[in-house]
Structures are given as structure tokens and as C-alpha cells.
């Protein structure tokens, strides 16, 4: 299954102090034992305001 990860999920897990992000990290663990996740183009450019650049961004992605 290919689960695509909304940018709120991806937000909990990045700024500091989110209400839900116990709840976040479990629901895109258990996303990923099931299959792959995908971010699509618009939540890239969403998360990508958080960021200094895109490789700081990937980065991000990656170890999430």
C-alpha cells in the first residue's frame, strides 16, 4: 500500500512543542509498515516554507 502523508503529519513532527506529535510519528510508523509513503507536490511546497533550502528540506524527508 502507498500512503500519502498530509502536510499537518509532517508539521507535528517538525516544530517544536506540536499537540499531536506522539500521534503523528505512530500513524506515518504504522504508514510505513504497510507500504511506502509519498509526499505529493503540494505538501513539498508547503513544508518547503520551513526550510532555508531544498537540501535542508530532502534531508528532513529522508530521516523522517
Aim: glycine share 6%.
Amino acid at each position: 500500500m502507498i500512503t500519502a502523508v498530509d502536510t499537518n503529519v509532517l508539521l507535528d513532527i517538525l516544530l517544536p512543542g506540536a499537540p499531536n506529535l506522539s500521534a503523528s510519528k505512530k500513524l506515518l510508523d504504522e504508514a510505513l509498515q504497510q507500504g511506502a509513503l509519498v509526499v505529493n507536490e503540494v505538501v513539498y511546497a508547503e513544508l518547503a516554507s520551513q526550510f532555508p533550502d531544498g537540501a535542508f528540506l530532502e534531508k528532513f524527508l529522508g530521516d523522517t
